[in-house]
């Protein structure tokens, strides 16, 4: 499922999104996470040892909302399944770095940090943009 322009329009602002994915027992885990979209889709950026990853890896069912801070009845949410992506994390983590907080690189990162590319196929596709 692909989404329309203006949903892409959307995302491509800087809005922070609530990712859910599941843990081991079933349960709901949200965070707060910085959004990419691009030709391929939506995506965000995390690092392994943390437990986005962890319990994707073990689930992949992942939904992604993001409002828009302004106007909270502005909003797309999209549901389907993660799949970790090494390739060009590091590079997405820069990117998003700068979209978010316009800092050339990400000046979190920690010194064994591996990033990773969390990126949605999506399913399904609910919101209000308009």
């Not at 907080?101 to 399904?124: C, G, H, L, M, N």
Request: glycine content about 8%; overall charge negative; hydrophobic content about 35%.
């Amino acid at each position: 499922m692909d989404l329309t322009p203006a949903q892409r329009d959307f995302l491509e602002n800087p809005f922070v999104g609530v990712v859910t994915d599941l843990r081991p027992d079933g349960s709901p885990h949200s965070t707060v996470v910085w959004v990419d979209v691009d030709d391929d889709g939506v995506s965000f950026n995390t690092a392994y040892g943390r437990a986005k990853p962890t319990y994707i890896d073990g689930d992949p069912r992942v939904s992604l909302t993001v409002v828009d801070p302004h106007d909270p009845y502005r909003w797309v949410s999209v549901s389907g399944t993660g799949t970790l992506v090494d390739e060009g994390a590091d590079g997405q983590i820069d990117r998003l770095s700068k979209k978010y907080i316009d800092a050339d690189s990400y000046p979190f990162r920690q010194p064994d940090e591996r990033r990773v590319t969390v990126r949605i196929a999506i399913a399904k596709i609910d919101g209000r943009i308009e």
